[in-house]
């Protein structure tokens, strides 16, 4: 026994404390590459779990969608609100149209969808894979042989990477929605000239980077919540900070993949 | 109730250890433990909190990895498996785990299909319903089948854990504190049990409790772990047959008259 207390470690400097964290977060940073690596090699291999990512694409669905169509109709409607005035100003507020669908499908729709189902979905796929972890769920399949990384984090990824670009659609639409009522009331604007003034400025470019946005984001969001709750640490604090973190990580990379994808689209164009 | 004569091989060694060690960090867990458990036994693991129970039978399990020495399952040796072999050999082993670390997500029904229709190719809806209804007619827990786990109480979860272990057939049980937190009355009845998976299902099996009770019920052997290794391994009137004043206190505490 004496030997747990003659190892009482001494406090840490403050250089050893920088230098620790450091090295912290580029052991991390190859964590996070390993399992998407491992997520690589493991989710073409067979079984598919076919009717687990059916169940967690709903599950996902499920869980924002309320939120989703809420957020979403409301931006449309306080979008166009707002922007009006200033296009007042120039008598054009026959622009209002395209310039509420070039923020929607452009900007708002993938990265609104995104932060709503970091929030929803990637904090319960931290919470739900952590609890599991802390309660030796993931050890007790993986001693019986049952493949958990499979059956729990390859379903979770898909389901969130396929999900979320068709919720990030249903969000541009309920947000178009919202702008067209609003002009509708506003500018007596018709359906059809509407839907012609608004998808004018759209390219098809601009509908695949938002797609290729929704795809990165729903990875993203899946890849960090499984990761998140797959590697908690034991006890119960654990669960909430598998939670919390795969909340706050996820929103961070959407943001940083946002700006990369913006650019990158920029030179197709 | 007297436990029946078991059939134990004693030329048959199911396992076998030797010069294990494992630490975390500092803290040597285990410094060098030699253990043999024979075909067909049941060793009890005896030992306070926190002196590595748990972390031998996560390393014989393949749930841990060494730092020194040989675990040998089955014929295969742990430290120089392959994961293809591991995976093999994880299905000959049932791990009980200390908590039943039951899935919450799923019925019981689903507990217990979960590890065999991932296991076992083909296999068909009847033999799978036979199955699940053989082992939970073994824990006599039938009624339950489609109870969720949370609505079960701890013996009930214990038993359910056991019962998904033996549906692969497994021909080593490792049991990590089977009786921890029941009251005397279900902890007999978990003793039962183990006796009878024992006798019916030929396992070879390694019980962890600091339950004297169990131990003396289902014990063939008992083996007391003590700073790292096993002190004292034998019956279980051999091993508390000393004045070791580490080992004198665990029987003294369990048996105030
Ligand atoms: N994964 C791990 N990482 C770090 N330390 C660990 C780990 N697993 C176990 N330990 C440490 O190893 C020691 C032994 O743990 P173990 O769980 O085997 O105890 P135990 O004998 O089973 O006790 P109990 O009767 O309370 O279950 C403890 O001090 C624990 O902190
Ligand atoms: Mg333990």
Redesign the interface.
């Known amino acids: 026994?004496e030997?747990?207390e003659s190892?009482t470690e001494q406090a840490p400097s403050g250089l050893t404390k920088v230098k620790n964290s450091v090295i912290s977060f580029f052991l991390m940073l190859y964590r996070v590459y390993a399992f998407i690596i491992r997520f690589f090699k493991e989710v073409f291999v067979p079984?598919y779990e076919f009717r687990e990512v059916v169940r967690q694409c709903y599950e996902t669905g499920v869980r924002s969608f309320t939120l989703i169509t809420l957020t979403g109709f409301i931006i449309g409607v306080i979008f166009t609100k707002q922007s009006r005035p200033s296009l007042t100003d120039f008598g054009a507020t026959s622009w209002l149209p395209s310039l509420v669908s070039i923020a929607v499908l452009k900007a708002l729709a993938p990265l609104v969808t995104a932060l709503i189902a970091a929030g929803k979905v990637g904090s319960s796929i931290g919470a739900?894979l952590g609890s599991?972890r802390v309660?030796?769920?993931i050890?007790?399949?993986?001693?019986?042989?049952?493949?958990p990384f499979k059956?729990l984090v390859c379903t979770r990824v898909i389901a969130t990477t396929f999900t979320i670009p068709l919720l990030a659609t249903y969000t541009a639409l309920i947000a178009l929605l919202g702008g067209y009522l609003n002009i509708n009331q506003n500018e007596g604007t018709s359906y059809a000239t509407f839907i012609e003034q608004a998808f004018e400025p759209i390219t098809f470019v601009d509908i695949w980077a938002s797609l290729a946005k929704a795809v990165v984001f729903g990875f993203t969001i899946g890849i960090v919540g499984c990761y998140q709750g797959y590697n908690s640490t034991k006890g119960t604090e654990g669960v909430g900070k598998a939670a919390n973190g795969a909340v706050v990580t996820a929103m961070f990379l959407v943001f940083i993949e946002e700006v990369l994808i913006v650019q990158i689209a920029g030179w197709f164009r | 109730m007297e436990k029946q004569k078991a059939n134990i091989d004693f030329n048959n060694e199911v396992i076998r250890i030797r010069g294990l060690q494992k630490s975390f960090g500092d803290y040597h867990v285990l410094r060098g433990i030699d253990l043999d458990l024979y075909q067909g036994e049941n060793l009890v693991v005896l030992g306070r909190s926190g002196t590595g129970k748990s972390v031998l039978i996560k390393l014989i399990s393949g749930m841990l990895y060494p730092d020194a020495g040989t675990i040998n399952v089955l014929g295969n040796e742990l430290t120089t498996i392959t994961e293809k072999e591991m995976e093999a050999l994880r299905i000959r082993i049932g791990f009980s785990f200390q908590n039943s670390a039951l899935y919450d997500s799923m019925t019981v029904r689903k507990n217990l299909e979960f590890p065999l229709v991932r296991n076992r190719k083909g296999i068909t809806r009847k033999e799978i319903d036979n199955a699940v209804h053989k082992v939970l007619d073994a824990v006599s827990l039938s009624q339950t089948i489609n109870q969720m786990p949370s609505e079960l109480s701890g013996g009930q979860r214990k038993r359910i854990g056991i019962a998904r272990t033996l549906i692969l057939n497994p021909e080593i049980m490792l049991y990590d504190e089977p009786t921890a937190g029941l009251d005397p009355i279900t902890c007999i009845e978990i003793n039962e049990l183990i006796n009878e998976v024992q006798q019916s299902y030929n396992t070879s099996s390694i019980i962890i409790t600091h339950d004297l009770t169990c131990a003396k019920m289902v014990g063939d052997r008992v083996a007391m772990l003590l700073d790292g290794q096993f002190q004292r391994v034998g019956t279980f009137d051999e091993v508390f047959a000393t004045d070791d004043a580490r080992v004198k206190p665990f029987y003294d505490y369990n048996f105030i008259e």
Do not use: L
């Not at chain 1, 050890?139 to 493949?147: F, L, R």
């Open positions: 026994m030997s747990i190892h079984p739900e599991m309660t030796e769920q050890d007790a399949m993986e001693v019986s042989g049952t493949k059956f």
